[in-house]
Nanobody, 122 residues
Framework: QVQLVESGGGLVQDGGSLRLSCAAS????????MGWFRRAPGKEREFVAA????????HYADSVKGRFTISRDNAKNTVYLRMNSLKPEDTAVYYC???????????????WGQGTQVTVSS
């Protein structure tokens, strides 16, 4: 069982930046592909970014490519999402997730955090 706790959300102006963190419990963190998802008001949850177990490979949704960066620190059991050039359409609840799959994936995540709100004002 993996427990995930997100932090770092908040209110930021259009063009601003935030860094989200996700702390994971347990001793298997480095065996999990990690991902970030988001759910905007009135919309379905969507994939944002994923990172391989070693951190050597990443994958992004087209909507955030070039603006967001996912990274991880396996020694600290933590995954991050650095968000730059934020736009009002990035407003959503952001969720951290862990997958037991070996390959990078946009689905098939087994464990989820409770989410952290990100609001971008225009």
């Amino acid at each position: 069982q993996v427990q995930l706790v997100e932090s770092g959300g908040g209110l930021v102006q259009d063009g601003g930046s935030l860094r989200l963190s996700c702390a994971a419990s347990g001793r298997t963190f480095d065996r999990n592909v990690m991902g970030w998802f988001r759910r905007a008001p009135g919309k379905e949850r969507e994939f944002v970014a994923a990172i391989s177990r070693s951190g050597g490979s990443t994958h992004y949704a087209d909507s955030v490519k070039g603006r967001f960066t996912i990274s991880r620190d396996n020694a600290k059991n933590t995954v991050y999402l650095r968000m730059n050039s934020l736009k009002p359409e990035d407003t959503a609840v952001y969720y951290c997730a862990a997958s037991r799959l070996v390959e990078l994936t946009t689905s098939g995540y087994d464990y989820w955090g409770q989410g952290t709100q990100v609001t971008v004002s225009s």
